[in-house]
């Protein structure tokens, strides 16, 4: 049963040596998304998974010691989810970008609380099937929690990667809104073309959430909203 979850954003700016000069940019981020990991070991979970976007198509699971780098962005850095010696997948598997920020974030809280595990989700996964990895996840062990990286739109300013749309605002809103009350059933209607059309990578993480969360009757609390590059940035906390 899911006891609690942290959601998260995932660029690799996250990450200090990535974003460089501009790393204190995002500190407040950083130091809510410490908050959040503060809040799964709190719960005690039994197991955590960690879910993040994997491009194109789902892929995982990713067992601990999965290593993840940071080459492609320029930056000679390099993890290991959940840290330790390298997992069943062998080097020649890598996480995915957004499970190497997860990774990273674990590394960086000295996270030895519980066995975890990654997965990764296709960004056009279908809801329904969202919802099913949710429950399977659920079902795992008897105290579970899930880190869930993801990021909101990236059209809020005529900046952003995906340039400025005037639905982004509102679409980030309505997925701030449910994760701060913990709305599974807002997370679970979201729309998921209006996502795709907006570059939301967290729409599949958070139904994945929205299917684990459906009867365990958490409460939610948002710790960031921001849109520092023109992308949603969110970070909250379940339990």
Do not use: N
Request: hydrophobic letters at 45%; one cysteine or more.
């Amino acid at each position: 049963m899911l006891v609690a979850a942290a959601v998260c954003p995932c660029p690799p700016l996250l990450v200090p040596p990535v974003a460089s000069g501009a790393a204190p940019e995002l500190d407040a981020a950083r130091a809510a998304c410490t908050d959040a990991l503060g809040v799964l070991a709190a719960a005690r979970p039994d197991l955590l998974v960690v879910v993040g976007p994997a491009g194109r198509s789902a892929r995982g699971p990713y067992p601990a010691g999965t290593p993840g780098s940071f080459s492609g962005f320029g930056v000679d850095l390099h993890v290991r989810l959940g840290g330790g010696g390298p997992g069943p997948g062998g080097p020649d598997r890598e996480l995915p970008p957004s499970l190497a920020v997860a990774a990273w974030l674990l590394d960086r809280t000295g996270w030895t609380d519980a066995p975890l595990e990654g997965l990764g989700v296709g960004e056009p996964l279908a809801a329904e099937r969202c919802f099913e990895a949710g429950r399977d996840i659920g079902a795992r062990a008897d105290r579970v929690a899930l880190l869930v990286m993801g990021d909101g739109s990236a059209c809020r300013t005529l900046k952003a990667p995906g340039y400025l749309d005037e639905r982004a605002a509102g679409f980030d809103a309505e997925v701030a809104r449910a994760l701060a009350t913990a709305d599974v059933a807002a997370l679970r209607t979201l729309d998921a073309e209006l996502a795709y059309e907006l570059k939301a990578s967290g729409r599949a993480p958070w139904q994945v959430l929205a299917g684990a969360a459906e009867e365990a009757g958490l409460g939610g609390a948002l710790l960031y909203d921001d849109a520092p590059y023109g992308v949603g940035y969110l970070v909250a906390a379940w339990s």
